[in-house]
């Protein structure tokens, strides 16, 4: 799975919303150590790498698209500074190829479709809760997690939080874990896919 957190060009980032979740988030919004926000995609695949797309986007420009006034086709086509980062994943895990592309040039079947929006629900995020089970898989690289507890195996994504607890932490062992549920956003995902959680501290 590629590190779509760790680029060299943006340093490490933190997700700020995850909209949409396929395995691994596929469109979320994500910041930088000085405070830069990306809109980001998963746009293509192929045998040798994951296409993916880095959008710059103002605080501003970042609600609007949440509230629906940008859908998210112009979200990555006209770009506030004209330019989208298109950053490619080798599946051999070499470093990203980074590239950046004038966002009206991006291939229409690399973006969402034209009146997508995000579509997100009035209501809240569910709320977090604790579990208590072993950890029985850990994979810092693309920060996901495994929990293993009595009544089922909870799976997902390592907040940066709890990321240097759980880089120490030791396999099978039993913790209690504060975890929140993904909540799944658009019609693209299996209704059938086990939930998806956020960890969010580990003890």
């Known amino acids: 799975m590629a590190d779509i957190l760790n680029i060299p060009t943006l340093g490490r980032l933190e997700i700020v919303e995850i909209y949409d ?26 045998d040798q790498y994951e296409t993916w797309l880095y959008a710059k986007v103002s605080t501003e420009r970042l609600n609007h698209i949440q509230s629906d006034t940008i859908d998210l086709h112009d979200a990555f086509v006209n770009t506030e500074d004209g330019s989208v980062l298109q950053v490619k994943f080798p599946y ?30 009035p209501k809240g995020p569910p709320l977090p809760f604790t579990i208590t089970g072993a950890l029985i898989g850990v994979l810092l690289r693309s920060k996901t997690f495994e929990i293993e ?45 086990n939930p998806t959680y956020l960890l969010l501290s580990l003890n």
């Open 21 to 46: 979740y396929y395995d691994q988030p596929v469109l979320f919004s994500c910041k930088n150590i000085v405070g830069d926000l990306y809109l980001v995609v998963a746009a293509d695949e192929n």
């Open 92 to 121: 051999d895990e070499t470093l990203p190829l980074t590239e950046l592309v004038k966002s009206s040039q991006i291939p229409d079947d690399m973006l969402p479709d034209p009146g997508e929006y995000l579509d997100l629900k």
């Open 149 to 193: 507890t009595v009544e089922q195996t909870y799976t997902g994504y390592i907040t940066d939080e709890a990321y240097e607890t759980v880089k120490n932490a030791t396999l099978s062992r039993e913790y209690t874990a504060e975890i929140q549920e993904v909540v799944q956003r658009s019609g693209s995902t299996d209704k059938n896919t």
